[in-house]
């Protein structure tokens, strides 16, 4: 991964800048760690599951 660092005057490090792949790459990334968590998360409360059909069903599809 190639990154540049946006430092201001104290020498601290206030930004970065990354490719347009590299940023979009990160991007998916983060969208996968959150479907994982979100997926546990509604696996913890089996109450609320329902089968495919039966939402269909619910729905009038």
């Known amino acids: 991964m190639s990154v540049q660092y946006v430092i201001d ?8 800048f990354l490719s347009f792949e590299e940023f979009d790459h990160l991007i998916e990334l983060l969208e996968e760690a959150q479907d994982i968590k979100d997926f546990r998360a509604a696996k913890e409360d089996d109450d609320e599951w ?8 619910q729905l009038g599809l």
């Open 9 to 16: 005057e104290q020498g601290h490090k206030t930004g970065v």
């Open 50 to 57: 329902v089968s495919l059909i039966e939402a269909k069903k």
